[in-house]
């Protein structure tokens, strides 16, 4: 079922145009958007946005873009970040199959999966953010060492990701299947779908890969 239209969706996303980003199917130049040379940090599916603004605040010398398919949902991204006056967040409502059609080659350092929709029917396993279409996708943009950060409450999910990880020939490290119980807890941000997986006892697993080209 298709989510409907918020109201007022666009005067919202209209007032949020000096953090947006828009696809026109070129490669953009993120030093002149942010007007600074930092590293360039990639959260695809950034939800209502409480990730991105926990860690664009948290790391303001990092130039964060937060791509979202639905603009339902990232309005309240973009809302949240003008809210907290965040200079160092830009948002892009598209699919992630543009990725390199808008990042340069190389030109990434690190990228957020969180809580990605699993897809549980097999039909649409090629949806996986983490099937080998998105991993070689990712191989270009990222730098060579870039990594990306991934957390998941569904463990098919996760052992299916690990699997494409070591196909593609990423190094894989920094894994638990707990992470809440783990060292990597205390500088972990909880997302909105975390803290309610949370509350249901339910484990959080999470790994880190890294792009060796």
């Known amino acids: 079922m298709r989510m409907r239209k918020k109201k007022n969706l666009e ?12 696809y026109t199917g070129e490669k953009i130049d993120f030093e002149k958007k942010f007007g600074n040379s930092n590293p360039i940090h990639l959260e695809i599916g950034c939800g ?51 990725l390199c059609e808008i990042f340069p080659e190389n030109s990434v350092e690190r990228i957020y999966l969180n809580f990605s929709c699993p897809y549980p029917k097999r039909r649409y396993i090629k949806h996986r953010l983490t099937h080998e279409n998105f991993l070689n996708r990712y191989k270009i943009i990222l730098k060579n060492g870039g990594e990306i950060f991934q957390k998941t409450d569904n463990e098919e999910f996760f052992d299916f990701s690990l699997e494409e ?46 792009n060796r080209k």
């Open 48 to 98: 209502k946005g409480a990730f991105t603004a926990a860690i664009a605040e948290k790391n303001p010398d990092i130039n964060f873009v937060a791509i979202e398919m639905i603009a339902n949902v990232a309005v309240a991204a973009m809302e949240k970040a003008k809210e907290q006056e965040l200079k160092n967040v830009r948002f892009m409502v598209v699919n992630a199959e543009k």
């Open 165 to 210: 990880y070591e196909k593609c020939g990423w190094e894989l490290k920094n894994i638990t299947r707990d992470l809440h119980s783990s060292e990597w807890a205390k500088d972990n941000i909880i997302t909105e779908y975390e803290s309610r997986f949370l509350a249901l006892g339910q484990p959080i697993y999470r790994l880190e890969a890294v």
């Open 11 to 22: 005067p919202r996303l209209d007032k949020c145009k000096d953090i947006t980003l828009e």
